[in-house]
């Protein structure tokens, strides 16, 4: 569990930056665009490794059982997030709309997975993200006043967004078993 706190920690750490402007500028100031761009990644990447191998390696450990519709809100929330995981990327109505897609998406994956799932280490993992897209979003709310200056939305992008929520979706709950160890189907 250890080594599943400590990548959610790095990971969860290095996105709350830009919830605290000042650190952000003073990191972008001494690091540079690019050097902090690339500290940034590197530590993603690292926190996002240690926090797969950590709940891998953690023992299944029983907290609640899960809610008998969990397994359906799952089945039904995260294709939602999925297609707002796309949407976050490109010039969409749903991202005009919704001002954060990434960080809805992520609660909504959070929450599904926190219905479906009544252990330990699910626990850690979804909550933390979970309570990190609150966080983030009301941080980014509070932070700005309109929407971001973008390219104008597309409905043709608002298409794609939705055609490859759902393909990425589908084949994550074809593999989940394989990829995460726990089959769906």
């Known amino acids: 569990m250890l080594v599943l706190v400590v990548g ?3 990971f969860v750490a290095l996105h709350l930056i830009p919830c605290v402007p000042s650190r ?18 590197i530590g993603s990447f690292i926190g996002l490794g240690l926090i797969i191998w950590g709940f891998s390696m953690a023992e299944y450990q029983p907290v609640y059982e899960p809610f008998s519709w969990g397994r359906s809100m799952a089945l039904t929330l995260v294709p939602i ?33 926190l219905a479906a799932n009544g252990d330990q280490r699910s626990i850690v993992l979804f909550g933390t993200l979970g309570i990190y897209a609150v966080v983030a979003t009301i941080s980014s709310v509070s932070r700005s006043k309109g929407a971001a200056a973008s390219k104008a939305p597309r409905w043709t992008m608002d298409i794609v967004a939705v055609v490859a929520g759902i393909i990425v979706a589908s084949l994550l709950a074809k593999f989940h078993g394989t990829l995460f160890g726990m089959p769906l189907m």
């Open 24 to 41: 952000r500028t003073t990191l972008l100031t001494s690091l540079g665009e690019k050097s902090y761009r690339t500290v940034f990644s």
């Open 8 to 10: 959610l920690t790095i």
């Open 81 to 113: 997030a999925v297609i707002l995981f796309a949407a976050a990327n490109m010039p969409t109505h749903i991202r005009a709309f919704v001002r954060h897609p990434m960080l809805a998406g992520l609660f909504l994956w959070a929450l599904a997975h």
